[in-house]
């Protein structure tokens, strides 16, 4: 069985930085992709960021194109968010999930709380 744990999250200022951990554990972790997603208090769980496990191909919500980036050591086993220029609207839960085959993320880890105060 695979986790996930995230970490890295906090409270900081609008206009700040933090970067997301997630680590991998478990049996023998070769995802096909990763990515980070989000959920705000009374809003649905939306796409944030993906990389490729093989390539480190990249894909952003637009919402954050050009502010956050996503890369991941595969020695590590490790995906990382680093979120620069952040914003009020950027406060919610984030999860990390692994997909190893089909088209649904198929593990999650708990989520880290972040929060940009304004």
């Known amino acids: 069985q695979v986790q996930l744990v995230e970490s890295g999250g906090g409270l900081v200022q609008a206009g700040g930085s933090l970067r997301l951990s997630c680590a991998a554990s478990?049996?023998?972790?070769?995802?096909?992709?990763m990515a980070w997603f989000r959920q705000a208090p009374g809003k649905e769980r939306e796409f944030v960021a993906s990389?490729?496990?093989?390539?480190?191909?990249?894909n952003y919500a637009d919402s954050v194109k050009g502010r956050f980036t996503i890369s991941r050591d595969k020695e590590k086993y490790t995906m990382y968010l680093q979120m620069n220029n952040l914003k009020p609207e950027d406060t919610a839960v984030y999860y990390c999930?692994?997909?190893?085959?089909?088209?649904?993320?198929?593990?999650w880890g708990q989520g880290t709380q972040v929060t940009v105060s304004s």
């Open positions: 999930a692994a997909r190893t085959s089909g088209y649904t993320y198929n593990y």
């Open positions: 478990g049996r023998t972790f070769s995802p096909y992709d």
């Open positions: 990389i490729t496990w093989s390539y480190s191909s990249t």
